[in-house]
């Protein structure tokens, strides 16, 4: 049980006893039921490192019933469902301990692979290469200067304030160097800004959640090994791309057409989330992190259609609404969340502080960015969400518990810091477009993506 919270229990004791009267209330019973309540989460907090079945079961209830209940508020309000699942785990973990970080840490190594896979599908499933190639350029820009800006930013904060070395300094600069493909894929599809900017949005996302994948996991090797080498970065960095391209591509293709010889479409999704799996053992086998493998796999079942005509056969019915899929992605999303909540130490302010800066230089880093990258073929309105889209999330969330995995130095820290980053960026964000809804959309196009006005013929 966390001393803070029955540091919270004692001092309101103390309030009771010292008040007697309390307007006719009988403190007696109010001191009774505080003892009720203390020696209950005591009994939760007292099964060992994981409560029991039915606690468990329960604290399973409630995150269900609150993703479902965010994701609507998030609908409604533009307020990613994010913040309250993190709180979630805060408030079942370090605040009333009925699941102990011990526990979290041996689960986590398993469902961590599963959410990344999961969530990089997920992502390829929902771009348009239509839309995507008008302003690819736009968004290997926004991404590779973003990233690496970001990572800049957090490195030096933590080498120069918390004098780790330049290696893990940059790991967790990897870590949190892109925003959340999960986060922005939904917040893109709620507001009023042009086609293009959110597919440009999208792809970035997903190119940087790719980044910081794939770099993590070489500097996660290099830490463990005691050395970095640039050759080796560069060697690492080109065979984890032709990796993934090629499981995506090589084995995309073929199962497409496979698949639709096979006579129980009850199930299409579900083979095709099994092939999703192989490619994932493949990709990790062949040095690549899996990552980029799932998104290009995703990539080409979203665009079916598009690679129907190309192809010249039926592609396999897997929609952007499937039940089975949404289902499923919602599923490992909430509880990812609150488990990286289940691991956040309350008591370190330090860290506190540290993540919170850090995301503020951030923000203003992306601002930067934007100002260099965007020209004035996108509207004001385009811009302004452009800029404040910077939430960190999922891969960030995923990538911080590996170090505590590998036995890393300083592990437990990581998650720690990379709690209050995804945290303040995602309020950052959140405020962020609030002030752009004020902006109206531009009458040539809804939502705002500006064409080059026609030239006028010269007077002669």
């Known amino acids: 049980m966390n001393p803070i919270f029955f540091g919270v229990l004692e001092l309101i004791r103390g ?52 993703g ?21 785990g805060v408030i079942i973990g370090p605040v009333f301990g009925i699941i102990q970080p011990e526990a979290v840490t041996q689960i986590v190594p398993y469902f961590a692979a599963l959410a990344l896979i999961i969530i990089m599908f997920d992502g390829g499933l929902n771009i348009d290469l239509k839309h995507m190639v008008k ?7 926004l991404a590779i200067l973003g990233f690496i800006l970001s990572v800049a930013i957090a490195a030096m904060a933590v080498h120069y ?12 600069g990897s870590i949190v160097g892109g925003s959340s493909s999960v986060i922005v894929f939904g917040l893109v599809r709620n507001i009023r800004i042009s086609e293009e900017t959110k597919h ?30 640039l050759q080796v970065l560069e060697e690492t960095l080109g065979r984890a791309i032709i990796v993934g391209l090629v499981l995506g591509f090589g084995v995309g ?11 129980n479409a009850q199930h299409a999704y579900m083979l095709t989330l099994g092939i999703l799996f192989v490619l994932f053992f493949l990709a990790n086998s062949f040095g690549e992190s899996g990552a980029l493998t ?40 909430a509880f990812f969340f609150v488990f990286v909540g289940l691991m956040a130490t309350i008591g370190q302010y330090e860290y506190i502080i540290l993540g919170i800066g850090i995301t503020i230089l951030i923000y203003f880093g992306r601002l930067i960015v934007g100002k260099i990258t965007l020209t004035k073929r996108f509207s004001k309105l385009d811009r302004h969400v452009t800029y404040s889209m910077i939430p960190r999330g999922l891969a960030a969330a995923v990538l911080a518990t590996y170090p505590i995995t590998l036995g890393m130095p300083n592990a437990e820290i990581y998650p720690q810091i990379v709690f209050f980053i995804i945290l303040s960026s995602v309020i950052i964000t959140t405020i962020g477009l609030g002030r752009s809804k004020r902006i109206p959309p531009p009458e040539p196009k809804e939502g705002g993506f500006v064409k080059k006005p026609p030239e006028e013929p010269k007077k002669e």
């Open 161 to 172: 304030l918390l004098d780790w070395n330049w290696m893990e300094s940059i790991l967790l």
């Open 200 to 229: 440009m949005l999208s792809f970035e996302s997903a190119l940087t959640d790719i980044l910081a994948t794939i770099i993590a996991f070489i500097l996660f090797e290099a830490i463990l090994v005691g050395q970095f080498d």
């Open 253 to 263: 293709i073929p199962w497409m057409y496979v698949s639709t010889k096979l006579g």
């Open 68 to 88: 479902v209940a965010g994701e609507a508020f998030f609908k409604k309000t533009g307020i990613p469902d994010v913040a309250f699942l993190m709180i979630l």
């Open 135 to 141: 302003t690819a350029h736009f968004s290997f820009t």
């Open 15 to 66: 309030q009771v006893e010292g008040f007697p009267g309390l307007g006719g209330i009988n403190s007696g019973f109010i001191l009774e039921k505080i003892n009720e309540f203390q020696n209950f989460i005591s009994t939760l907090s007292q099964e060992g490192p994981i409560a029991s079945a039915h606690v468990i079961l329960l604290a399973a209830g409630v995150v269900i019933f609150l």
């Open 294 to 333: 799932a998104l290009v796999f995703g990539l080409m079942l979203g665009n079916k259609n598009h690679l129907a005509r190309i192809l010249k056969f039926k592609l396999p019915r897997i929609e952007y609404d499937d039940p089975t899929h949404n289902q499923l992605t919602f599923l490992v999303r």
